[in-house]
């Protein structure tokens, strides 16, 4: 955890120090939007129903070429599930929130529209069980899933010439969420931001 943390920093370090070049131009920026995320299984388990949460953090992107570059973020991530309990009539919702640091290649296809991929690393800071129970809402903390998540994250992205762009993404994860158990996330988004 500590290695990824390292690489962010430097990343971010590096495209400060760049920034103040005249060859190289970084564009800092903010982001945001809404999640649809869920969880997959091989293990014979009920598929959830997704829950719907926001995420909202911050952007670098360091132009390489003139159709390359490398982004790095650091935003939240509200995540997890929800599911039906037939025998006590409920709907639980089990929130899984993150830290999350993707590293991003990112291809221009034509000017303002690209593609990005790449590693992302989830950083477990919240995790509740919230319910009803007899009218009563109940929200219970606890500590079943490991805290760290190491995904791969794609998706696309249009920019405007005012700074303004808009995006979707996908991410799944390829760490086992519980010890021994085939549980991954995954995580549709949409949002837009501002690149200043």
Do not use: C, W
Not at 99 to 126: C, H, R, T, W
């Amino acid at each position: 955890m500590k290695t990824t943390f390292l690489i962010v920093a430097s990343f971010f370090g590096i495209a400060a120090a760049t920034a103040q070049s005249d060859k190289t131009e970084v564009d800092f920026g903010v982001r945001g939007g809404v999640n649809f995320a869920n969880i997959t299984s091989n293990d014979d388990f009920d598929s959830p129903d997704s829950r719907t949460n926001f995420y909202a953090g911050l952007v670098a992107e360091l132009p390489l070429h003139e159709r390359f570059s490398l982004q790095g973020e650091v935003f939240y991530s509200g995540q997890g599930f929800e599911q039906d309990i037939p025998l006590i009539d409920e709907k639980v919702e089990y929130k899984a929130d993150y830290i999350q640091v993707p590293l991003l290649a990112k291809f221009y296809i034509v000017e303002g529209l690209s593609v990005a991929a790449g590693p992302q690393f989830g950083f477990k800071v919240n995790e509740k069980v919230d319910y009803d129970s007899a009218n009563i809402e109940t929200e219970l903390d606890t500590d079943s899933l490991k805290t760290f998540d190491f995904q791969g994250t794609a998706g696309l992205e249009y920019k405007f010439n005012n700074g303004l762009f808009l995006q979707g993404r996908y991410s799944y994860g390829f760490s086992d969420l519980i010890k021994d158990n085939s549980i991954h996330t995954s995580v549709f988004s949409a949002g837009l931001g501002y690149m200043f």
